[in-house]
């Protein structure tokens, strides 16, 4: 399964919204884990720094530089964990382990660490406030912890995330290939009924999914649709061996009245066009039976190799002098050692249509073209004339039974040539084309290469 066709699928573009989603989500939570534990540790840093605040003043004398340096030099040497500094009036620092800071009152985040080390600063957290006699004391500690835990956080983040989205990608993955499956299966169904197989139906698996709800809808569908087709084909069958028959007793009476009115030519003359006009009944009936019994699929049974090159000479030599006396040319150009897996019979009577077609609807002087040659694993059978052609937007009409263009209307026919080429095109799982040869028309027949064995 290609991965352009699976990263074009609904389901996996749903999936990548899903990550999207899930990426949000993962960093909403991270904002909000990243806040409030911040601020937790914030809290601890404060209610701490207060408490150390409470010592001092409780240990001094009084509030005044004077009586807190002494304090503040004991508990630097006894509490390592706090960063201490004391300046009086003028901002010379009295006492403490960091630089004087300027006197802002109230809790702040100050940069450096203790006087005299070398690691790079720290950032310290503390609080600041004004002495009795216009000093300015800070009493903070390291805020690493804080770093430290976001740094963490941040990494275990990083990777639940990636984690995640490789699980969600390859899940999605996953569940696009499946679903690919069962559309397969159901494209592939939708084939072979386009080709003939009207009994096929798409395979249910028993899960109860929405796959196999749409499967069962489907093949109801499909099982209403071809008892319709067969109801429909059941008629036209009906009625053309019903007709025959009677038909056939009519003509038999027409020759023997035909024959026993030797005395008037008028009669004859008459009785002669009557039988032409049954003949051309009795062909057409012959035509519907024979196209509904190449649609039901039943002359697969004959399908074995075919050579290609056979085919063709077989109809040029039959028609060759028909098309001479009309004064039209036939040319071949076929590439030999090409074989078909099919009916030859079929395959003949449709080459005979095509060429019959062709010839019919061409004037005199016309050049007709029967080619064959091989195309990557595929046979292609052309038939080409110089005729008026095929407008475009009739192309795919006259395929269908009966339908005739209006300037065809006036020339024998019944309408079933070419919709005899389409059932044997279809049977053979061949893709049948008409488009323009500049002039007239060029019908391209599309099979399956079957390759020959090597020979001893």
């Known amino acids: 399964m290609k991965l352009a066709r699976l990263v074009r699928t609904s389901s996996f573009r749903l999936t990548l919204l899903y990550a999207a989603i899930t990426g949000t989500s993962f960093l909403v939570m991270f904002g909000v884990i ?6 937790f540790m914030k809290q601890q840093i404060d209610s701490g720094v207060a408490a150390e605040l409470r ?16 304090v503040i030099d004991s508990s630097i040497k006894e509490l390592s964990g706090f960063h201490y500094v004391l300046q009086d009036a003028d901002g010379e620092r009295v006492a403490g382990n960091l630089p004087p800071l300027s006197p802002l009152p109230g809790i702040r985040d100050q940069p450096g660490g203790a006087s005299g080390e070398r690691a790079p600063a720290a950032e310290v957290r503390g609080f600041g406030e004004a002495t009795s006699d216009g000093g300015y004391l800070f009493v903070g500690t390291s805020s690493h912890q804080i770093h430290e835990l976001r ?6 983040f990083l990777l639940g995330l990636s984690v995640a989205m490789l699980l969600v990608l390859a899940g999605g993955a996953v569940m696009s290939a499946a679903v690919l499956r069962r559309i397969e299966e159901v494209s592939q169904t939708s084939r072979d009924i386009v080709n003939g197989d009207l009994g096929r139906r798409i395979a249910l698996n028993g899960s109860g999914d929405e796959f196999d709800h749409l499967a069962a809808s489907l093949n109801s569908m499909l099982d209403r649709i071809t008892a319709l087709m067969e109801d429909l084909k059941q008629v036209s069958v009906d ?12 003509r038999q009476r027409l020759e023997l009245a035909q024959g026993s009115a030797s005395g008037s030519g008028r009669l004859q003359s008459t009785i002669g066009e009557a039988l032409v006009d049954i003949d051309g009944i009795l062909q057409t009936f012959s035509a519907l039976l024979r196209i509904s019994q190449i ?3 039943h002359r697969r049974a004959n399908f074995g190799p075919v050579d290609v090159a056979d085919i063709i000479d077989t ?3 039959l028609y060759q002098p028909v098309i001479e006396d009309k004064s039209q040319q036939l040319v071949v150009r076929q590439d030999r050692e090409l074989s078909l897996h099919g009916d030859r019979e079929l395959l003949i009577q449709m080459l005979v249509n095509l060429v019959e077609n062709a010839s019919h609807h061409s004037p005199a ?3 007709i073209a029967v080619a064959s040659r091989r195309r990557a694993d595929a046979v292609v059978l052309t038939v080409a004339d110089d005729g008026p052609g095929i407008p475009a937007a009739y192309r795919a009409k006259v395929l269908h039974r009966f339908f005739r263009l209006d300037v065809s209307r006036s ?9 005899l080429v389409d059932a044997v095109s279809t049977l053979h799982g061949a893709g049948l084309t008409l488009q323009d040869n500049h002039p007239g028309l060029e019908v391209s027949i599309v099979f399956p290469l079957v390759h020959r064995p090597a020979r001893a």
């Open 315 to 317: 109809v040029v030599d």
């Open 151 to 156: 740094e963490s956080v941040t990494r275990s």
């Open 295 to 297: 649609e039901s699929g």
């Open 365 to 367: 002087g016309a050049r």
């Open 55 to 70: 010592e001092i003043h409780t240990a001094a004398a009084g509030t005044s530089v004077k009586s807190l340096a002494p």
């Open 239 to 250: 009625v053309a061996h019903d007709l025959r028959t009677p038909l056939t007793r009519l």
């Open 34 to 39: 990243m806040w409030s534990t911040s601020r």
């Open 411 to 419: 020339t024998p026919g019944n309408g079933l040539g070419l919709c």
